[in-house]
């Protein structure tokens, strides 16, 4: 899914995927900035900072906000500490940044190479959610009334799991080592749900998570959330790292 896309979906649910992947491209070009030296940083800075918008536009990352970069090129400078340039130099296409590594006669196959084994992995996990693809289905499909309480949240959902799969055995509140994940469906799908106000809520579910991927066959965290509040694409990039794990996001019912 592409950048304009993704800001103007109704839900989240569909790029979760996306997300994961876009982390793991910012993070292989995070890693080939860092071969860098800083003089050799220090001449793309230059570079960047002396070129029209034109030009500066057909080598940034086409998922980044172009004219958000050009307007904020006045934050890049060489005063910067080595790992803020590789951040602010991470808005760069992945081809460019190859390329520079390229001429400096930097390695950069392996990192590659461990790219494109992590979209094989979300391929093969893609494959396999297919098996369970009535039950996600049913849950993209949940709009909740409006509520602000997970409790609240989690029977909206447990009574509309039920009538819309009436064939399966459904629990609430299960006990799992020390928790009681939100809903279970044949002791094989754990549904945890989450409506987090900070950061540090979605770093629980981490936690959470990383549990019930050891005791059901799958395990679906739904998260309610608004696009942008919250620190999002890298605590799905976290939850999603486990094979067995598809991160749902859904927009709040107040919104």
Request: glycine letters at 2%; charged letters at 40%.
């Amino acid at each position: 899914m592409r950048k304009k896309e993704y800001e103007e979906a109704e839900d989240l649910d569909d790029v979760t995927t996306w997300y994961s992947y876009r982390y793991k491209v910012f993070e292989v070009k995070s890693k080939l900035l860092k071969k860098l030296k800083v003089q050799e940083l220090d001449e793309i800075i230059d570079e960047i900072v002396n070129m029209e918008g034109d030009y500066i536009a057909e080598i940034v990352d086409p998922l980044e906000d172009v004219d958000k970069i050009i307007k904020n090129l006045r934050k890049l400078s060489k005063d910067l500490k080595k790992e803020e340039k590789v951040e602010y130099l991470s808005f760069l296409d992945l081809d460019v940044i190859k390329n520079i590594c390229k001429k400096a006669k930097i390695p950069y196959s392996e990192v590659m190479e461990e790219l494109e084994k992590y979209a094989n992995k979300l391929e093969r996990k893609k494959k396999r959610l297919e098996k369970i693809r009535d039950v996600i289905e049913t849950i993209y499909s949940f709009q909740p009334i409006r509520e602000k309480k997970e409790r609240d949240l989690q029977q909206q959902l447990y009574q509309y799991l039920v009538a819309k799969l009436p064939r399966n055995n459904i629990e609430v509140e299960k006990p799992i080592s020390g928790y009681k994940i939100d809903i279970s469906i044949n002791d094989k799908i754990g549904v945890e749900i989450k409506y987090p106000k900070s950061n540090s809520d979605l770093q629980r579910l981490v936690g959470q998570i990383s549990i019930y991927s050891k005791h059901f066959d799958y395990v679906l965290p739904v998260i309610f959330a608004k696009k942008g509040s919250l620190d999002l694409v890298n605590f799905i990039y976290e939850i999603e790292e486990n094979e067995n794990v598809k991160a749902i996001v859904k927009k709040p019912a107040e919104d």
